[in-house]
């Protein structure tokens, strides 16, 4: 096992691998830019070092200035986190090259699975039905003609995509030329990398996604399935899990086959499987994000399997523990996304409490939102014996929950689990943007 970890990330997952490597009795090393000087993540580190700048090119983006605090700290093994550089099979090679771990899986596998459009290829492969569509393409040119044999609707999308950026919705030709150089420009600024593809729009269809963890040994599980339908602008809000929409059959068949195309893909670590579910009950494979979610704290609350630790085990060359049938997945979980909704400072925090209640946050009072990176500032997690009981304890905890001086979404939420559509469980995709527009008429 590792005795020093250094974190390439901030916010609350940096937060949240710190406090893991402490219960496993880890050495930790945070990074920092300099808007990040006073974050928690600095606080509850071993260690620290300030890599840069505020912008995230110059800091959290910066593989050498990270690897070099690795190797001054003495630090074992990185860990990315989400975002950054998470999925950057060259930053997991260099680390390599430096006597360092990734925690995450292999370079190669993680370059073969990271071009969203050629893993399709690979996961029809394995077994899984795919999302007709195309590999990347060489210009607006080539996405006209291809779009004419695939037939409008259609999703544009970024290659190296994650995190809902570079993705638009096409509906003809013009807006396929309008869309072609802001989804190019918005991909290659958040991943250096412009490549896009198009595929099939399913609409109306829920997302749903599998989470996975396979170690070195050949073993991989699912940690069931989460729905993450509730989303705006391709940004997710709000999941929860199991899915109302998916039957045990459903399940049992979706999580064999999840796990089965996972070992074929030589996969290792944590991942997540995302699938569209259309209204005729078809599962479509969409992506595979190779790296932990936002979203792995509600699926730790229904399971009780910490997925940050087994990340650290797996990439220490431990086995898994526990085989599918130890999975535990009765009751509900669901978490709600609090981000902000621009700048401020925070004057009051009070975290709600309770059995069964997690609120994962950076957030110290005193503290203010950064312009710089993204507007997550927790996420509330519950479970409760039922999905009804679930969307009680949601709305006593965001009652409960009182960020004070910095503007926030908490109502939103409480009025999405007060709307009819979702506490029936009778949501998807169309959810926010048919809310969004009623809204709109009243104004």
Same mark, same amino acid.
């Given at each position: 096992?590792?005795?020093?970890? /250094?974190?390439?990330? *901030? ?28 974050? /928690? ?54 680390? *390599? ?30 077994? /899984? ?19 004419? *044999? ?82 705006? #602008? ?16 459903? *399940? ?8 089965? !195309?996972?070992?074929? /893909? ?91 209640? #997690? ?24 479970? !409760? ?59």
């Amino acid at each position: 096992m590792f005795s020093r970890i /250094l974190i390439a990330n *901030r916010g609350e997952i940096a937060v949240r691998i710190i406090r893991a490597c402490r219960e496993m009795g880890i050495g930790t090393v945070a990074v920092y830019s300099e808007a990040d000087r006073d974050a /928690l993540h600095v606080q509850l580190a071993d260690q620290s070092f300030c890599i840069g700048r505020a912008p995230a090119a110059e800091s959290y983006l910066d593989e050498n200035q990270i690897i070099r605090a690795a190797l001054v700290s003495g630090a074992q093994a990185i860990h990315p986190g989400y975002g950054f550089l998470s999925e950057n099979a060259h930053f997991a090679r260099e680390c *390599r090259r430096n006597g360092i771990c990734f925690i995450g899986p292999d370079p190669d596998v993680m370059e073969s699975l990271s071009d969203k459009a050629l893993l399709k290829k690979k996961a029809a492969q394995a077994g /899984l039905t795919v999302i007709p569509g195309t590999l990347a393409l060489s210009g607006p040119e080539q996405a006209l003609a291809e779009a004419k *044999r695939l037939r409008y609707p259609l999703m544009l999308k970024a290659c190296a995509g994650g995190g809902g950026r570079g993705i638009r919705r096409i509906q003809d030709e013009e807006a396929l030329l309008d869309a072609w150089p802001q989804a190019q420009a918005e991909a290659a600024a958040a991943f250096g990398d412009g490549s896009l593809y198009l595929e099939k729009c399913i609409y109306p269809a829920r997302h749903v996604e599998l989470q996975i963890l396979a170690d070195e040994q050949g073993n991989a599980v699912v940690l069931g399935e989460r729905d993450c339908s509730v989303q705006r #602008r391709n940004q997710k809000l709000i999941e929860e899990t199991p899915s109302p929409a998916v039957s045990a059959k459903q *399940r049992e068949k979706l999580m064999s086959m999840g796990a089965s !195309a996972a070992k074929k /893909l030589h996969y290792t670590g944590a991942g997540t499987m995302e699938f569209l579910l259309d209204k005729d009950g078809n599962f479509w494979f969409m992506e595979m994000n190779v790296r932990l979610q936002v979203e792995h704290t509600v699926t730790e609350m229904l399971t009780g399997i910490d997925i940050v630790k087994w990340q650290i085990r797996i990439a220490a060359g431990i086995p898994l523990a526990f085989s599918q049938k130890n999975i535990r997945t009765d009751g509900n979980a669901i978490e709600c996304r609090i981000n902000a909704g621009g700048c401020g400072t925070l004057r009051t925090l009070h975290v709600p409490g309770g059995p069964n209640v #997690r609120f994962d946050t950076a957030l110290v009072e005193g503290n203010s939102v950064s312009p710089f990176y993204d507007s997550l500032l927790g996420k509330l997690a519950v479970r !409760a014996g039922t999905r009804e009981e679930a969307l009680r304890k949601m709305r006593a905890a965001l009652s409960e929950l009182v960020i004070d001086g910095i503007p926030c979404n908490i109502g939103e939420q409480m009025s999405i689990l007060e709307d009819e559509r979702f506490t029936t469980g009778a949501y998807d995709l169309t959810f926010i943007p048919l809310r969004d527009a009623a809204a709109d008429r009243k104004t």
